[in-house]
T-cell receptor, first 113, second 113 residues
C-alpha cells in the first residue's frame, strides 16, 4: 500500500485567511481524493484530483472555495479559502489502490477562529 | 438514494470479549464494501474489503466481515478484542467499478480492561 504524508498536521487560522494543505505519496498514483471530516462526523468527499485535468468537485463544494492542484502523480494540494469557523475540520487526502480500495493520509486538523 | 447506516454510534466491550459492528447499505446493485479503522489523531486504515466471491472476508488485525445480500449487511467481527482495538470504525460502500465512496457515520469502540 502507498505511504501518504500530509502537511501541516494541524493548524489554527484566523477567519478570512486561506490555508494550503499538501499531500505527498511515495509512489505514482492516478487518482487522488480530498475528504472533509467535520467534528464528530463521517467523511465527505470534496473532490477527485487527477493529474493533468481539472479536479472534479462533489455537490456542495466549489473550486473557488477549495481550489486543488495536481501537478504530478505523487503530489496534490487543497486550499481552503476565505475560511470561516464552519471550515474547522479534519481534511484527508487519499489515493486509489489497484482494486478500488483507498489509502488515506494522516489528515490535517484545521481550526478556524 | 444510496446510503450506508451504522446503527451503533458507541459500543463498549470488555477486553477479550467478542465484537460485532453493524453496517447496512442501500444500493441498486452489489456494491464494493469496505471497513476502515481510525485511531485517535490518525488517518483511516483499511481493515478489509469485499468485491465478490466468498461472502466471508478476512482482514488485518484479526477482523473478519460477512456480506449478506439478503440483509444488505456487511458486519465486522472479531472473536477477541484487544485494548488497542479502541478506535472509530467506518463502513464504506462504492458502486462497482468506481472509487466513489459513501461512508457510514462511524461506530466508536471503547474497550474496558
Amino acid at each position: 500500500s502507498a505511504v501518504i504524508s500530509q502537511k501541516p498536521s494541524r493548524d489554527i487560522c484566523q477567519r478570512g485567511t486561506s490555508l494550503t494543505i499538501q499531500c505527498q505519496v511515495d509512489s505514482q498514483v492516478t487518482m487522488m481524493f480530498w475528504y472533509r471530516q467535520q467534528p464528530g462526523q463521517s467523511l465527505t468527499l470534496i473532490a477527485t484530483a487527477n493529474q493533468g485535468s481539472e479536479a472534479t468537485y462533489e455537490s456542495g463544494f466549489v473550486i473557488d472555495k477549495f481550489p486543488i492542484s495536481r501537478p504530478n502523480l505523487t503530489f496534490s494540494t487543497l486550499t481552503v479559502s476565505n475560511m470561516s469557523p464552519e471550515d474547522s475540520s479534519i481534511y484527508l487526502c487519499s489515493v486509489a489502490g489497484s482494486t478500488y480500495e483507498q489509502y488515506f493520509g494522516p489528515g490535517t486538523r484545521l481550526t478556524v477562529t | 438514494a444510496q446510503s450506508v447506516t451504522q446503527p451503533d454510534i458507541h459500543i463498549t466491550v470488555s477486553e477479550g470479549a467478542s465484537l460485532e459492528l453493524r453496517c447496512n447499505y442501500s444500493y441498486g446493485a452489489t456494491p464494493y464494501l469496505f471497513w476502515y479503522v481510525q485511531s485517535p489523531g490518525q488517518g483511516l486504515q483499511l481493515l478489509l474489503k469485499y468485491f465478490s466471491g466468498d461472502t466471508l472476508v478476512q482482514g488485518i488485525k484479526g477482523f473478519e466481515a460477512e456480506f449478506k445480500r439478503s440483509q444488505s449487511s456487511f458486519n465486522l467481527r472479531k472473536p477477541s478484542v484487544h485494548w488497542s482495538d479502541a478506535a472509530e470504525y467506518f463502513c464504506a460502500v462504492a458502486s462497482s467499478g468506481t472509487y466513489k465512496y459513501i461512508f457510514g457515520t462511524g461506530t466508536r469502540l471503547k474497550v474496558l480492561a
